[in-house]
């Protein structure tokens, strides 16, 4: 056999899409729907209890977008929650600014920010961008806990005259035929809700798009993908930029349904970082459908065990630990290694087609 | 009883097959040579012998006994002990120290200590206190030759030792071989400087993608023969 | 004027604090390239161990600190063996998150055994002992005696790893881990050894914690950025280098506080970012990282 000859070449195509994954997305599709309509038939309790699992799978989606996807493994993204909240109460007490309209300023603004941290913080690789994550939010703490406009070290409120007069609320009174404060949380659910399904189709698009494929390269083989050409400064860049955006518009949305702020609470290292860690490593690092099974046993968990306190939270970190040493790809990794399942795709499948037997070689 | 044997040893990285059941044996006293082309195999059956690489518990036997279970550290307690493609010095550490951490896993007894060693490569004695990374190739060489034999091993394996090195300090460098044979040790050398390591091999064997395709001794051996094996047909 | 120059003694000596906080964190960052993010929280833990020991054998706490570090010695090096060892490998991830996870149980576990109240480690007299240095600056015995034990420890751990068999074999698993186990060195059991010393630094900087001032399960992780900062500060790789980034970190607290009480912890994380845009590497980097 003569080594040098070329291999005759083979056709193929580049696969993403398969077949669970259409069911998975009618059936996604009905879910939001159900979700949206939820508020004309369900209890104003179940309505409030949701908007706390919407906004923590927002908020892990980002996350396992940055660690999984990126490597950019942070625990300093509470920056960002709390940069949230804050603007949001700057733009309306003092701003007047009206608070749906205030959610999305502060998602600019967060990027805005995002920016000149991600040129200090990226200076630190690995596990030592980690820990600087934590420094610099340990900062923005610091910082806001100064301004006594918004309440210093011990915190603020959002006054009636803000919370009751928010877009929206009239139409949901006379249309559901609720009172002021249902209304209010209907909004804030269907916010909630928008939020949840932005981030999740943002995060879709982008890992499927071709900075998707560059990001999954650096998530596999840092070295790699930069000699393949992909620049990996820009990419994270963006990736950080852009999570620091989202998070800090679910920062705004969760402080305007607290109605009440403080330093400790809106940059807390446990609410913020920790619960949505324990999501991402339970559920599955670096799929799109672990975080949103991390999500529901979280919520359960959360629901039924919080009372206990100290050993609630002794029991996350335990499991926490033992799912990261014995399971590490969580509970969905787990799955779909056994079956081989996928809902939304964003692996890219090379698919081989068989030589056609005529063709000499 | 030949000193080191394989039987039918396999290797892989991952999915990707790299020896498909190698047979070879080294006996006591001899130096052999493994020549062939890049990506052949070479230094992955040096790896497979000394346990970087995963392979069947029963393919390889030092006297007779398997010893494809064990771990790296282990494995060099029993007497085989590797010159690392790339020399792999601990960059932190001095000539010295690089010599004494060789010293780490040495059976108990031996003719190599740090004295020996200086008196088989003199250079060594002036840079003894030299970091690693600061001294020439052929230092490193020696130094990493040197390392692995303060375990007093029985087995020397020697991946590409010729590397990079200048003809005059190859020459140097082999001309160490004979006396490391007569203190005891036997010597596998991995090469693709096949003039070199003919010179000084009782036996070759050659690899080819994975495969044994020639072994015998080089007086014996033609030049088409060689170049067969190495290439390919 | 002096209240400058105390500020600058202050601030020397807090780095001191700092310098033994950061010296465990190096060394663990040094021999298994391991963020430790429950370092803190160990600190933490070590100073209750130390508490509970002088409550229970009636031990003054420098006493009862001794007693604790052959202790702490085992707990760690069981640590490192039956955990941490499991996480270490090509992946960032698992020791990042297994150490996050331990820094979480550690804190609520104290909570539960000793409560949120705050403790403080009770020494006698030498508390609150001082003597001047001149130009109306007057130091506390416990500082002094925290600079000067941070002095001590990093000598001695640079002669572990610069002049003894246990320190080549840091330093060689550090470098190349495939190759020194080519060299018969078990690497686990050397992560478990440099693990076990760490924790003696832990002890030693936990009895200064402790000595200085109040301490409560909730404070570890503040101690953890204190110490990260100073080993970035210092640059990695080295000893001395740490406690010059303590003593910096120390400085830029101080003197900030001078500015504004409040402003202490901030001054810090700012001098520390400052830093990192200049000089990333640190001031004295040692290592290739």
């Known amino acids: 056999m003569d080594a040098g000859a070329a291999q005759p070449a083979q056709p193929f195509r580049i696969q993403t899409a398969a077949g669970a994954s259409r069911f998975a997305w009618a059936a996604a599709c009905c879910i939001l729907l159900v979700l949206a309509l939820l508020p004309a038939f369900a209890a104003r309790n179940l309505i409030q209890d949701l908007i706390f699992p919407f906004y923590m799978l927002a908020l892990a989606q980002c996350w396992n977008l940055l660690a999984g996807y990126a490597g950019l493994i942070s625990v300093g993204q509470q920056a960002f929650v709390g940069l949230g909240g804050y603007l949001l109460f700057a733009l309306t007490l003092p701003g007047g600014i009206n608070p749906l309209l205030a959610i999305p300023i502060a998602g600019v603004v967060s990027a805005i920010f995002a920016l000149p941290t991600a040129l200090i913080v990226f200076r630190l690789r690995g596990a030592y961008f980690a820990i600087g994550s934590w420094v610099v939010a340990e900062v923005y703490r610091l910082v806001f806990a100064q301004f006594k406009a918004l309440g210093g070290g011990t915190g603020t409120s959002l006054p009636p005259s803000v919370t009751s007069t928010m877009p929206g609320i009239e139409w949901v009174k006379s249309l559901l035929n609720v009172r002021t404060p249902a209304a209010r949380d209907i909004i804030s659910y269907w916010v909630a809700l928008a939020l949840m399904a932005v981030t999740l189709a943002l995060v879709y698009l982008v890992l499927r798009s071709r900075r998707g494929l560059a990001l999954g390269a650096i998530r596999d083989q840092e070295a790699a993908a930069a000699s393949l050409g992909v620049d990996i400064y820009r990419v994270k860049l963006a990736v950080y930029v852009a999570t620091g955006a989202l998070t800090g518009m679910i920062g705004a949305l969760i402080y305007l349904q607290k109605a009440r702020i403080s330093p400790d609470a809106a940059f807390s290292v446990l609410d913020w970082t920790a619960y949505v860690i324990f999501i991402v490593v339970i559920g599955g690092i670096g799929t799109m459908e672990g975080p949103a099974v991390g999500t529901v046993i979280f919520y359960l968990l959360q629901r039924n065990l919080a009372d206990f306190g100290a050993w609630y939270l002794i029991l996350l970190g335990t499991l926490g630990i033992l799912v990261m040493l014995f399971a590490p790809r969580g509970l969905w990794g787990f799955i779909a290694d056994r079956y081989d399942l996928t809902f939304f795709p964003t692996r890219r499948r090379l698919v081989v087609h068989a030589r056609d037997p005529t063709t000499p070689g | 009883m030949p000193l080191l044997q394989t039987r039918k040893l396999t290797a892989f990285y991952g999915d990707f097959q790299a020896l498909y059941g190698i047979d070879a044996t080294l006996d006591a006293g001899e130096i052999i040579a493994i020549i062939g082309a890049n990506g052949a195999g070479k230094s992955t059956f040096l790896k497979a012998i000394t346990g970087l690489v995963r392979r069947p518990a029963g393919a390889v036997l030092l006297d007779g006994e398997p010893i494809g279970g064990k771990t790296a550290a282990e494995i060099v307690r029993r007497g085989v002990a590797l010159v690392p493609e790339g020399r792999r010095l601990f960059h932190s550490l001095t000539v010295e120290e690089n010599l004494l951490i060789g010293g780490h896993g040495r059976r108990s007894a031996g003719p190599w200590s740090l004295e020996r060693v200086y008196s088989l490569f003199p250079a060594l004695r002036d840079r003894r206190a030299t970091s690693a990374p600061l001294l020439s190739g052929g230092q490193q060489q020696m130094t990493a030759i040197g390392r692995a034999l303060m375990s007093n091993p029985r087995v020397l394996l020697c991946d590409e030792i010729s590397l990079g090195l200048a003809p005059i300090v190859i020459a140097d460098i082999y001309a160490a071989l004979p006396q490391i044979r007569a203190e005891g040790t036997s010597v596998v050398l991995v090469e693709q400087d096949i003039v070199q390591a003919m010179k000084v091999a009782d036996r070759v064997y050659c690899f080819q993608e994975g495969r044994l395709s020639l072994s015998g001794r080089p007086k014996e051996l033609t030049r088409e023969q060689i170049h067969r094996a190495y290439f390919g047909s | 004027m002096t209240d400058w120059l105390n500020a600058l003694a202050q601030g020397v000596l807090l780095g001191g604090l700092y310098a033994l906080f950061a010296a465990g964190l190096s060394l663990i960052f040094g021999v298994m390239r391991l963020v430790n993010l429950a370092h803190g929280d160990l600190i933490v833990l070590a100073a209750f161990v130390i508490l509970f020991l002088a409550g229970k054998l009636g031990l003054d706490p420098f006493v009862a600190a001794m007693v604790s570090l052959p202790i702490l010695f085992m707990v760690g090096y069981a640590l490192q063996h039956v955990l941490?060892?499991?996480?270490?490998?090509?992946?960032?991830?698992?020791?990042?998150?297994?150490?996050?996870?331990?820094?979480?149980?550690?804190?609520?576990?104290?909570?539960?055994?000793?409560?949120?109240?705050?403790?403080?480690?009770?020494?006698?007299?030498?508390?609150?002992?001082?003597?001047?240095?001149?130009?109306?600056?007057?130091?506390?015995?416990?500082?002094?005696?925290?600079?000067?034990?941070?002095?001590?420890?990093?000598?001695?751990?640079?002669?572990?790893?610069?002049?003894?068999?246990?320190?080549?074999?840091?330093?060689?698993?550090?470098?190349?881990?495939?190759?020194?186990?080519?060299?018969?060195?078990?690497?686990?059991?050397?992560?478990?050894?440099?693990?076990?010393?760490?924790?003696?630094?832990i002890a030693i900087a936990a009895l200064y914690l402790g000595l200085r001032a109040n301490f409560d399960p909730s404070i570890g992780p503040a101690r953890l950025l204190y110490a990260f900062e100073a080993v970035i500060i210092g640059g990695l790789g080295s000893f001395w280098g740490t406690l010059a980034g303590g003593i910096i970190l120390g400085l830029a607290q101080t003197v900030g506080a001078q500015f504004d009480p409040?402003?202490?912890?901030?001054?810090?994380?700012?001098?520390?970012?400052?830093?990192?845009?200049?000089?990333?590497?640190?001031?004295?980097?040692r290592a290739l990282d």
Request: hydrophobic share 55%; glycine share 10%; charged share 15%.
């Open chain 3, 262 to 285: 409040e402003w202490q912890i901030l001054s810090g994380h700012l001098a520390f970012l400052l830093l990192l845009v200049f000089k990333p590497r640190g001031l004295f980097p």
């Open chain 3, 84 to 201: 941490l060892n499991r996480t270490l490998g090509r992946d960032l991830l698992p020791p990042l998150l297994v150490t996050f996870g331990l820094s979480i149980i550690i804190q609520n576990g104290l909570l539960e055994i000793f409560s949120a109240d705050s403790q403080r480690l009770r020494s006698g007299s030498i508390e609150t002992a001082s003597f001047a240095l001149g130009g109306g600056v007057a130091v506390g015995v416990v500082p002094v005696l925290t600079l000067l034990s941070a002095i001590a420890v990093i000598v001695v751990l640079n002669f572990v790893f610069y002049r003894t068999a246990l320190g080549r074999a840091f330093r060689a698993t550090s470098d190349d881990l495939e190759i020194a186990q080519l060299m018969g060195i078990d690497h686990r059991r050397i992560f478990a050894t440099a693990m076990g010393l760490a924790f003696v630094v």
